[in-house]
């Protein structure tokens, strides 16, 4: 069985490294040519995902696994398609569909009858039928016929997607019995999953996906109130959190200054406003607001953040990670800077002219030579031994993840700060 896999990002190259990894014969497609160069060599472009750069070496070496920028081509040559480009966010806020509908206008000019296409792309509901489906018809195909069809979103996290996929069911949404059929060979002949739970339309599988995602973001927005709450109160939020999960009914998350990377923060926006569904956006707004927040929380302990140092520890969105999509890092710097502070950031997974990239400022010496407060944004496992006294004129620290010991910090002369702490 060929494949051919569209995108070889974070996510789509360690696809097709999971399907050789299983006997297939699998092509790689790009637009970008230095990176399929690079793949083609050997090396992988992408950092920090367990199991990856041995598991690509060694599906090349056994011939398993090429790369191209020749879309068309390697469709032409494969009997399944997966399309697995991001579908991000405009700067107006609306769904980003331009590298979906590049990827699909490259695969429709080589799509040969009968090929399965699969959209494992988390997408607005309707877009596979209607986006991708409409698209590949045009010309007199027939759906179901000519274009076997199904939405697959995947369901996988940066750093342990090999693991997530051995763990989760494969959701499958199929146009139709023949694309139910073929969908269900191929993920079982590609994938260690538990189990492929079909669900009955592309639509639902679509669906699926994004309350999987919007379920966390109301869960968080929701313990973000109540840490605001226990702040006012004098309660510690991650022991009445505790408390409160020891019943089986209760599964609350733990608050924060924000929730980043490339699911949560853009779910929301794939809802058409005729939907009128209201928690999606106000979770939305509520945990965007927790960055600001925090920034009040730290300006409250100093008594002014004007002419103040405040360095910024992690710059991911989450710990042990290099992705910085809708970090914290970046609404945290912005409300410092609003109230005069000159900010710092540091981040063991990215350079200084990565963060330059960013709009924000290095903290090329580490420590600083002089900071005024500590903001822990990603607790990396760089910094969980962190001597906080070698942090000259340190005052104060802000947990932005709850994630640091209280006496630790307070032991070495600095002001604790948590969320809902």
């Known amino acids: 069985m060929r494949a051919c896999v569209v995108g070889l990002g974070k996510v789509g190259l360690p696809l097709a490294v999971q399907y050789a990894s299983r006997g297939l014969s699998v092509i790689g497609c790009d637009t970008d040519a230095a990176k399929v160069e690079q793949i083609n060599a050997g090396e992988c472009p992408v950092v920090g995902e ?25 469709v032409a040559e494969s009997v399944v398609a997966v399309i697995i480009v991001p579908v991000g966010l405009t700067a107006d806020r609306r769904p980003d569909f331009s590298h979906l509908d590049a990827a699909t206008e490259a695969l429709a000019s080589g799509l040969r009858p009968g090929t399965l296409v699969l959209v494992e792309s988390t ?30 979103p995947e369901r996988v996290s940066t750093g ?31 994938l260690e999953a538990p189990c492929l739970l079909r669900v009955r339309d592309p639509e639902t599988a679509e669906f699926a996906k994004l309350a999987e995602g919007l379920y966390r973001d109301v869960n968080i927005a929701l313990v973000d109130e109540l840490a605001r709450y226990a702040d006012a109160l004098g309660i510690d939020v991650t022991e009445a959190i505790a408390a409160a999960n020891s019943q089986p009914y209760s599964h609350l998350h733990q608050p924060g200054v924000g929730v980043g990377g490339h699911c949560l923060p853009v779910y929301p926006y794939f809802l058409p406003e005729e939907a009128s569904l209201r928690l999606p956006a106000a979770a939305r707004s509520i945990n965007d607001a927790m960055a600001r927040y925090g920034v009040e929380k730290l300006e409250g302990a100093l008594g002014s953040l004007r002419g103040a140092t405040v360095l910024i520890l992690g710059l991911a969105y989450r710990p042990n990670v290099k992705e910085a999509a809708h970090s914290s890092a970046l609404p945290l710097a912005e409300a410092l800077q609003e109230r005069g502070a000159r900010v710092l950031v540091h981040d063991p997974w ?66 604790y700060l948590g969320i809902g702490r």
Request: hydrophobic share 45%; charged share 30%.
């Open 350 to 415: 990215f350079s200084d002219e990565e963060v330059r990239a960013l709009g924000l400022e290095p903290s090329s010496k580490f420590p600083p030579s002089h900071v005024d407060a500590l903001i822990v944004q990603a607790l990396h496992d760089a910094y969980r031994d962190l001597d906080l006294r070698s942090f000259a004129g340190c005052r104060a620290v802000l947990d932005g993840r709850n994630a640091l010991d209280r006496s630790t910090v307070e032991a070495a002369g600095l002001r």
């Open 123 to 152: 997408v607005p509901v309707g877009t596979t039928r209607g986006r991708v489906g409409a698209a590949l018809a045009a010309g007199g195909r027939r759906l179901g016929v000519d274009v076997l069809l199904a939405a697959s």
């Open 160 to 190: 342990r997607i090999f693991r997530d996929l051995r763990t989760y069911p494969k959701l499958i949404g199929p146009l139709d019995e023949a694309s139910w059929a073929r969908a269900d060979a191929f993920y079982r002949a590609a």
């Open 50 to 74: 367990e199991g990856l750069e041995e598991g690509l070496k060694a599906a090349l070496r056994e011939g398993r696994l090429h790369a191209t920028i020749d879309t068309a081509a390697a």
